[in-house]
């Protein structure tokens, strides 16, 4: 059954630096998610992609953050210079269309220190 | 941002009984409903969904039920197994105008199954 894969699945970092979170989703998928998870709380939406632009975006996502779909198959999200309290959980996710059913990747977990 | 809301931080629940878990909402603006189950160090998984149009949608063990006069959605497991131990995440989507698929979460509800 296909699945979206992340890499690396942990990420140890020192406070400002910079790092790139990458996924490979669901190889007939159209839109393509990133949400965060920080310990203890919900899990929380950051960017949707579509046709090589972003959709939507939260306020989390600010000018620290951007993402890329750099080939046909990847899709990154990078931070620019990392704080401490960018440590969390974060997932990618694909859907077929918009509206539709996200699938999760197993997620990155990212420590900043 | 408390748009979706599980208010019970756990259920535990016999093994071969009805779990039953329960999501609030106030957008009256969602219009796709999503239960996803998460093991810890795991991504979540999808189990079944729900759109507005419908009351009701069945798969396998799980049901899910739609009340939008009250706002309401609960995910039905019948019957329970040990297996399904894990967090279940209530999410919902509103379709349209500016947003396209952004999932809100609520908080999540740790399901304990006992043999």
């Known amino acids: 059954e296909p699945e979206v894969t992340q890499t690396p699945s942990h990420q140890v970092t020192q406070m400002g630096q910079e790092v790139i979170l990458r996924c490979v989703p669901i190889?007939?998928?159209?839109?393509f998610y990133w949400y965060r998870q920080i310990l203890g709380q919900k899990v929380e939406f950051l960017v949707s992609?579509?046709?090589?632009?972003?959709?939507?975006k939260s306020e989390i996502f600010d000018d620290q953050f951007s993402v890329e779909r750099p080939d046909g198959s990847n899709f990154t999200l990078k931070i620019r210079s990392t704080k401490l309290e960018d440590s969390a959980m974060y997932f990618c996710?694909?859907?077929?269309?918009?509206?539709?059913?996200?699938?999760f990747g197993p997620g990155t977990r990212l420590l900043v220190l | 941002d408390q748009q979706v809301k599980q208010n019970s931080p756990s259920l535990s629940v016999q093994e071969g009984r009805i779990s039953i878990l329960n999501c609030d909402y106030t957008?009256?603006?969602?219009?796709?409903f999503l239960w996803y189950k998460k093991y810890p160090a795991e991504g979540p998984t999808f189990l079944i969904s729900?759109?507005?149009?419908?009351d009701k949608n069945e798969d396998g063990r799980f049901t899910v039920f739609l009340n939008k006069s009250a706002k309401h959605l609960s995910l039905h497991i019948v019957p329970s197994q040990p297996g399904d131990s894990a967090v279940y995440f209530c999410?919902?989507?509103?379709?349209?105008?500016?947003?396209?698929?952004?999932?809100?979460f609520g908080q999540g509800t740790i399901l304990t199954v006992h043999p």
């Open positions: 996710a694909s859907s077929v269309k918009g509206s539709g059913t996200q699938y």
């Open positions: 190889s007939n998928h159209l839109y």
């Open positions: 992609f579509y046709n090589n632009e972003i959709s939507e």
């Open positions: 957008n009256s603006m969602f219009d796709y």
């Open positions: 729900i759109s507005s149009i419908k």
């Open positions: 999410a919902a989507s509103a379709n349209g105008g500016t947003s396209y698929g952004k999932l809100t």
